[in-house]
Nanobody, 124 residues
Framework: QVQLVESGGGLVQAGGSLRLTCAATGRTFSSYAMGWFRQAPGKDREFVAA????????YHAPSVKGRFTMSRDNAKNTVYLQMNSLKPEDTAVYYC?????????????????WGQGTQVTVSS
């Protein structure tokens, strides 16, 4: 069992940066592929980025590629999402999620564990 807690959200101006952190409990964190998703007001939750359990393979959604970078530190049971050049359309609640599989997944239904989310608001 893994519990996930996100932090690092907040209010930032367009063009600014934030780093989200997802802290995981449990001794088997390194066994999980991890992902970041987001949900904007009135919209469905969407995929942002994912990383395999070893941290060797990462995939970012086209809408954030080149601006966002996902990373993980298995020794600290933590994943990160560095967000640069933020845009108002990045405003959303951001969730991290854990997948018991080994590989990168963009599909929400493949994730077994979810955090409660952290709000990111980008002003124009």
């Amino acid at each position: 069992q893994v519990q996930l807690v996100e932090s690092g959200g907040g209010l930032v101006q367009a063009g600014g940066s934030l780093r989200l952190t997802c802290a995981a409990t449990g001794r088997t964190f390194s066994s999980y592929a991890m992902g970041w998703f987001r949900q904007a007001p009135g919209k469905d939750r969407e995929f942002v980025a994912a990383m395999d359990r070893a941290g060797g393979t990462t995939y970012h959604a086209p809408s954030v590629k080149g601006r966002f970078t996902m990373s993980r530190d298995n020794a600290k049971n933590t994943v990160y999402l560095q967000m640069n050049s933020l845009k108002p359309e990045d405003t959303a609640v951001y969730y991290c999620a854990g997948n018991r599989g080994a590989f990168v997944s963009t599909i929400q239904d493949t994730y077994n564990y979810w955090g409660q989310g952290t709000q990111v608001t980008v002003s124009s």
